[in-house]
């Protein structure tokens, strides 16, 4: 069965450091892959998809991802981070058209 | 930029009410779909929904969930009888016809807020 595991479920980072979120999935086909950001009280916010092509995609707010086949993995990252990054992200792979699996999500603290 | 709504933001019911969860998907958007997170835990797909009927469920959504397309505009949810394992919050959310528009596009959902609800 299709599966996304996120192993951090929190990471703190410093305001203006990196950051890197990981994510592995299981899934038999090509896998379509999202990053979706869930600040406090808001909904799911799509920050970028993979679907085919150049493996290093780029999202909304300075946030990228890449998917490695090899590792079954779809990472994102930031450069830099902001205090308004603080959020729930969670990556998720389509299962055909029909639904998305999400990960169990990893908290993101900024501190200053 | 168009998105959906869901109504209510928040309700608060006693158990073995009935609940009904309203959504307004973007309007040219054909595929419908209800996900909810129970506080702590991960976004979990409900159901999908397309051509009036349902076309995918989850475990989850047994006899005392059900949906609705009442009048080609809103989308709703509807839960009997209301158990304390339902209290979550509910996310609709809606996509583009396969084959319309860019096909990178066709698998893109877009959320709404959500709706919290609390079973006491």
Not at chain 2, 80 to 89: G, Y
Not at chain 2, 100 to 120: D, I, K, P, Y
């Amino acid at each position: 069965a299709q599966s996304v595991t996120q192993p951090d479920i929190h990471i703190t980072v410093s305001e203006g450091a990196s950051l890197e979120l990981r994510c592995n999935y299981s899934y038999g086909a090509t896998p379509y892959l999202f990053w979706y950001v869930q600040s406090p009280g808001q909904g799911l916010q799509l920050l970028l998809k993979y679907f085919s092509g150049d493996t290093l995609v780029q999202g909304i707010k300075g946030f990228e991802a890449e998917f490695k086949r090899s590792q079954s993995s779809f990472n994102l990252r930031k450069p830099s981070v902001h205090w308004s990054d603080a959020a729930e992200y969670f990556c998720a792979v389509a299962t055909g058209f029909q639904k998305l699996v999400f990960g169990t999500g990893t908290r993101l603290l900024v501190s200053p | 930029e168009p998105e959906v709504t869901q109504t209510p933001s928040h309700q608060v019911t006693q158990m073995g009410q009935e609940v009904i969860l309203r959504c307004v998907p973007i309007s040219n958007h054909l595929y419908f779909y209800w996900y909810r997170q129970i506080l702590g835990q991960k976004v979990e797909f409900l159901v999908s929904f397309y051509n009036n009927e349902i076309s995918e469920k989850s475990e989850i959504f047994d006899d005392q969930f059900s949906v609705e397309r009442p009048d080609g505009s809103n989308f709703t949810l509807k839960i009997r009888s209301t158990k304390l394992e339902d209290s979550a919050m509910y996310f609709c959310a809606s996509r583009v016809r396969q084959g319309q528009g860019l096909v990178t596009g066709a698998n893109v959902l877009t959320f709404g807020a959500g709706s919290r609800l609390t079973v006491l």
